[in-house]
């Protein structure tokens, strides 16, 4: 079965041609239950490819997550480790300068503290490039560790056994960081090639079951879309059934 076919609003023409790839690749390798935009369980992150496969040795679960562009991949690929470090240091350096001009503008004190020690500062007036530059950058760590952590939470979560990361060949011309245990499926012509495989998640038969329940909600969606059946109609169906 291969459900759920139609893109989303919106959606440009290469992400499709992603998505559509990967649902052959996994339909080829044994994924015999695919969906597109599949909300995942027990998160609030849905998947560009949900797939399932049957097997004697086991049932396996798999996520592809398509990227069509770097900016698009930095958005969902954030090391909070690494960035985590890197957010200290400027907010170290931030300290520093902020103390260096505590002494030399004491008239910045804005005076909302009982206490003189105990006052803020208000550094904005100033324009410091320096200290300008680091609150920039501190923010925009703050907003990745919030906002960007989707392929890092997805492995964490165990919300399927195998991730895959697919790209655009564009996107493979410079570096970048690959999500740790995750697959690279590379876009080559009209095909896909693997070149790193995942490393192997263990989820439970209850959370496999939850999964491919959402492969088949996302299928049903899709075929009431493409048959044009409405939410009303079904509703109308329910009250003449009762």
């Known amino acids: 079965m291969a459900a759920g076919l ?64 770097r900016s ?13 470090k890197h957010l200290d240091a400027v907010e170290t350096r931030r300290k520093v300068i902020e103390r260096n ?4 503008y004491p008239t910045l004190r804005t005076g909302g503290s009982l206490f003189p020690d105990f006052d803020s500062f208000d550094f904005s007036p100033l324009h410091h490039r320096g200290h ?4 920039r950058k501190s923010a925009a760590l703050r907003r990745r560790l919030s906002a960007c952590t989707k392929f890092e939470k997805l492995a964490r979560y165990h919300c399927a056994n195998l991730f895959y990361l697919i790209i655009a060949a564009p996107v493979q011309a410079r570096p970048f960081d690959l999500p740790a245990g995750w697959g690279l499926l590379v876009e080559t012509g009209d095909a896909l090639d693997l070149v790193q495989k995942p490393v192997w998640h263990e989820v439970t038969p209850l959370n496999k079951m939850r999964f491919l329940r959402r492969i088949a909600a996302a299928g049903t969606r899709s075929i009431n879309r493409q048959l044009a059946i409405s939410p009303d109609a079904i509703a109308r169906a329910r009250h003449d059934a009762i």
């Open 6 to 69: 139609s893109g989303r609003r919106g959606e440009t023409e290469a992400h499709g041609r992603l998505k559509r790839l990967a649902m052959i690749w996994a339909q080829a390798r044994g994924y015999s239950a695919c969906a597109l935009e599949v909300h995942l369980p027990h998160c609030r992150f849905r998947a560009d490819v949900a797939a399932f496969r049957e097997d004697r040795e086991g049932d396996a679960t798999a996520i592809f997550e398509c990227k069509q562009a």
């Open 72 to 84: 698009d991949l930095r958005r969902d690929n954030c090391d909070t480790v690494m960035t985590s």
């Open 101 to 104: 001009l505590r002494i030399h």
């Open 132 to 135: 300008d530059s680091v609150t």
